[in-house]
């Protein structure tokens, strides 16, 4: 395959670049740091400031794949923050729609990144992909909203659009599980809030799997939500993580003093929202990491 990623630096896109690498399909990156090409791999400069993007009217892609975006995980979410994750998302994505829809040739599937917290904070819904959910009112929600209806619009194209709704997605080099495993080992870890709040969680094996599997199946499209089948509430996180590191798991950080201390990014750990992958599943798609005990042993294994 051929493939055009905007992001690929990232941690899902650092994944996702090397396991294509390992299988030799040709993968273009579109970047703004300068990078030399490697084996498959290839480096595209673009949005350095200049205004001009990279012709790529001659070129054919069977899927592009948007992971670009400020990370929603750095720093406090001050108003020049939050101005920068949004546009660093859409003004991106609009660039993109720009190059494809000059190309003779698109691409067959477009795949965008997204998150569950587009999904209003619940303790009691569950929410599919199949069928319509309501649209939270958040700042992170809102900014989901905006990057989907910007990719939407790649479908005039006659390219099959799937956005890759994902939950907290654990990994060793980046994600929440460094952030989550280092509060832990200094003996702050514990319930968030009350723990009752649904974690909707994902092995970052799987993300790269399922991103696979959409590029192979033609039927998926719209919201696809990249969590496992089994989401846990906090405080069961907690347990099992704390038990797995021999800390403390049932101090209980107040929902207060979370919400001082991070303000509107504390929405990332207090809010709640119990996710099913009814998409994925009912395609026949195999997650590898089912259980987030199975999960945590893979990521902390010796």
Do not use: C
């Not at 920068?84 to 003779?104: D, F, G, H, N, P």
């Not at 201390?261 to 395609?283: H, T, W």
């Amino acid at each position: 395959m051929k493939i055009l990623i905007a992001g690929g630096t990232g941690f899902v896109g650092r994944h996702l670049t090397h396991d294509f690498e390992k299988t030799m399909d040709d993968v273009f990156i579109l970047t703004r740091s300068e990078q030399k090409d490697y084996a498959n791999i290839h480096f595209i400069p673009w949005l350095r400031g200049d205004n001009e993007l990279p012709d790529l009217k001659n070129e054919t892609f069977d899927a592009v794949i948007n992971l670009a975006g400020v990370s929603l995980s750095d720093g406090r979410y001050t108003d020049e923050k939050k101005r920068a994750i949004v546009s660093s998302r859409v003004e991106s994505t609009a660039a993109l729609l720009s190059m494809v829809r000059k190309m003779k040739t698109k691409p067959k599937v477009w795949i965008n990144a997204s998150a569950t917290g587009v999904y209003p904070s619940s303790k009691s819904a569950l929410y599919s992909d199949i069928g319509e959910n309501p649209i939270s009112r958040t700042f992170l929600a809102r900014t989901v909203y905006e990057w989907e209806k910007t990719a939407y619009e790649a479908e005039k194209y006659g390219i099959r659009v799937a956005f890759a709704r994902f939950g907290l997605i654990l990994g060793t080099d980046g994600g929440a599980f460094p952030i989550f495993e280092k509060v832990f080992q200094n003996f702050f870890g514990g319930r968030f809030g009350n723990g009752k709040q649904w974690y909707s969680w994902v092995h970052i094996e799987d993300v790269v799997s399922a991103i696979r599997f959409i590029i192979q199946t033609d039927n998926l499209s719209g919201p696809i939500n990249f969590v496992a089948p089994h989401p846990v509430q906090e405080k069961m996180f907690a347990e099992v993580l704390g038990k797995r590191l021999h800390r403390p798991y049932k101090t209980r950080i107040p929902k207060k003093a979370i919400q001082l201390v991070l303000g509107d990014k504390s929405a990332m750990i207090l809010d709640s929202q119990r996710v099913y992958p009814d998409k994925l599943l009912a395609n026949h798609f195999e997650f590898q990491f089912n259980t987030i005990d199975e999960a945590l042993a893979d990521l902390m294994a010796e």
